[in-house]
């Protein structure tokens, strides 16, 4: 369950998302600082969770080294 990457992202994604709601209408300030001092710990070990384990499903890039899946790169134009 630790090693899946879709759990791990919405776990800590409820965490922040409790901490922030917890910041503007808690009365709790010392709960708030403890979520606060833990929180770096849960994002890195969702990232490590995600680049360890996470399976990339989208097609390679093959020759070519334009990333952009979503639109063709003749479209684009010049930025």
Known sequence: MFRHPVFATIFVSLYLLAYCVLMVFGDLPWLTAI????S????IWMAYT?????RYQGPELGEEEFGYQD?????LGIF
């Open 35 to 38: 979520l606060f001092l833990l």
């Open 40 to 43: 770096p710990f849960f994002v």
């Open 50 to 54: 995600i680049m360890r384990h996470g």
């Open 71 to 75: 639109r063709e790169h003749d479209s």
